[in-house]
């Protein structure tokens, strides 16, 4: 990597106390806790993006683990990275390496996976050259680039409850990067949190007047309320966006 690609030294991750534990303090338990969906999550995504049992998957930005043990259910063979210290994954067999996700060469291989997951990343980084570039190397010829970021157009009042997001993407901005970082078949759309809503039918046509009539605070009181969780997913969407290296 060339010293032009690295980050310039104020704009490197901080260090401190406060960054190792924010997956203490963003994802605690009691707020967040660990469910089953991951597992329905990696299967729609294996799908999409036509992952196989046996192919390779790195998870830049892992945190519990949660994802990686999902994929590794599933057959895929798993490596996660992340910059918190606490940074695991219970599945047996899968490795966990603490690394610099944003600024600094990966402990991984080049052309060494078949798929690269960025889940609730791309928002932490302002410029995500160098990021993208780490995707790149990571990934074998044609291998999938898939990220979740959330969409800014529908968590506008609640984006910035996280002190650590910088950077809002939509799914055209998502798409423009992948091509303006030379990745191909670029794509990227509106993703729901909740599979009953992927199934279509009048579930869908609820869903997206639920987003086109609500705000994400108000979704997140109704849910709550009624103990839907559906209603939240519906309003609190996501840009997935799935590309390949060329």
């Not at 196989?52 to 996660?80: I, N, S, T, Y």
């Not at 996700?101 to 995500?128: N, Q, R, Y």
């Amino acid at each position: 990597m060339s010293d032009a690609q690295k980050r310039p030294e104020h704009d490197q991750p901080e260090t401190s106390q406060a960054s190792r534990d924010y997956l203490k303090v963003v994802y605690e338990e009691g707020q967040r806790p660990k469910s089953g969906y991951p597992d329905h999550l990696a299967g729609r995504l294996m799908a999409l993006a036509g992952l196989k049992p046996g192919m390779r998957l790195l998870d830049a930005g892992c945190g519990r683990g949660e994802m990686l043990a999902a994929f590794a259910r599933r057959g895929l063979v798993c490596e996660g990275l992340d910059l918190a210290e606490g940074a695991s994954c219970e599945h047996p067999g899968v490795v966990v390496r603490q690394a610099d996700i944003f600024g600094a060469t990966w402990p991984c291989e080049s052309a060494s996976f078949d798929a690269v997951f960025l889940k609730s990343v791309l928002e932490h980084v302002m410029d995500p050259t160098v990021l993208l570039a780490e995707c790149a190397r990571a990934l074998r010829a044609g291998g999938a680039l898939i990220v979740l970021t959330p969409d800014f157009a529908s968590n506008v009042p609640v984006f910035y409850e996280d002190p650590t997001h910088v950077h809002p993407y939509v799914p055209k901005s998502l798409r423009d990067l992948f091509v303006m970082h030379g990745f191909t078949q670029a794509q990227a759309e509106l993703f729901c949190h909740h599979e009953a809503i992927w199934e279509g039918g009048l579930v869908k046509i609820f869903a997206d007047l639920c987003w086109r009539t609500l705000s994400t605070p108000a979704a997140r009181a109704l849910a709550k309320a009624t103990g839907l969780k559906l209603i939240r997913w519906a309003v609190e969407r996501q840009a997935l966006g799935i590309c390949r290296k060329g």
